[in-house]
């Protein structure tokens, strides 16, 4: 994935293992979808940590702050963190 940033290690939220602890960097969500993920505190320098996958990788468990969070794997895919 070709980024503005220098940092290799870019990737998607989806593709992140479980314990692993990540920043925000990017939203590539509609603005609806943006919106209701930034409601949820997911926006740019957040600090998410990786829960669970749920069976199939169909939805995502994130840590936000105090906030557990389950997100859809399409959601998760438009959203691009950095491993910390």
Do not use: W
């Amino acid at each position: 994935m070709h980024n503005s940033t220098d940092n290799k290690d870019i990737k998607r939220l989806v593709d992140c293992k479980k314990t692993c602890i990540v920043r925000v960097v990017k939203l590539n969500a509609d603005a609806e979808l943006r919106q209701r993920l930034i409601s949820f505190g997911i926006m740019k320098n957040a600090i998410l940590e990786v829960l669970e996958h749920a069976p199939a990788k169909s939805t995502i468990e994130v840590k936000v702050g105090k906030m557990r969070i389950a997100l859809r794997a399409k959601e998760a895919e438009l959203i691009e963190v950095a491993t910390l």
